[in-house]
């Protein structure tokens, strides 16, 4: 399977990529403001609907491993430009239970397409002793690879909702959870930049089991397909 922007048979329609490519940098507030202009004319839309009644769906699936992500969401990425951009879909089946507190090797921007979300950020308290600090990365084989940096604590900054049509960006740094409040489905399209770290933060309560890998959960062209039905469906189509 293909690492992080490995895939160079990109997902992009010349449309979308060329509006992309125009407006977005790395900044989160440019993220934010490229994945509204691509909704909003439509233009997210008209090229889902080409990928979904064309052959381009097993390539979508290929493009950066779809997986039913540890989080308790299914992800598929629908287009990338190499080391700038990322253009994906998350569907949560259910109200998601408790996600694991991160941050990311990137900045985005998220919007909702249905549903709803709840996004709480934190802080880290270095003198903390009831959660444990692991550094993620990505393996060669595209699992999850964990390190535990040791003990430490957290405390809640702030707590944010999320409905259809609402979008939010956020900086790699910050520590955030992100739960889906809608059943039975909840979509959103996130825009993440290029990749600018190599590791990411993960916190965990002291009680569960530290994982030292997770292997990756693939879909099928089938479960992709669902993804791209829902996600018109939120798109009006």
């Not at 535990?148 to 604590?153: D, E, F």
């Not at 809640?156 to 790699?172: C, E, F, I, K």
């Not at 992100?178 to 916190?203: G, K, Y």
């Amino acid at each position: 399977m293909q690492g992080p922007y490995g895939d160079r048979d990109r997902g992009g329609g010349s449309e979308l990529s060329e509006l992309l490519n125009q407006h977005v940098d790395d900044l989160p507030g440019s993220l934010q403001a490229a994945l509204d202009l691509l909704v909003d004319s439509g233009c997210l839309r008209d090229f889902l609907y080409r990928v979904r009644h064309t052959t381009e769906l097993p390539r979508i699936t290929r493009l950066e491993a779809a997986e039913a992500h540890p989080n308790g969401f299914a992800k598929v990425c629908v287009a990338t430009e190499h080391n700038r951009w990322l253009l994906r879909l998350h569907v949560w089946s259910n109200r998601s239970a408790d996600p694991h507190i991160h941050t990311h090797r990137w900045n985005f921007a998220s919007r909702v397409l249905t549903g709803g979300v709840v996004n709480r950020t934190y802080g880290l308290v270095a003198d903390g002793t009831d959660h444990i600090h692991l550094l993620c990365r990505r393996t060669p084989r595209n699992d999850y690879f964990f390190d535990c940096v040791g003990r430490c604590g957290v405390e809640a900054m702030d707590v944010a909702g999320y409905t259809r049509g609402d979008s939010y960006a956020q900086n790699l740094q910050q520590l955030h959870a992100v739960s889906a409040t809608v059943s039975p489905q909840t979509v959103t399209v996130v825009l993440q930049s290029r990749d600018m770290r190599s590791e990411s933060n993960v916190v965990q309560r002291l009680t569960e089991v530290a994982p030292k890998v997770r292997s990756v959960i693939y879909l099928s062209d089938s479960e992709v397909g669902d993804v791209l039905d829902l996600a018109l469906a939120g798109l009006g189509s």
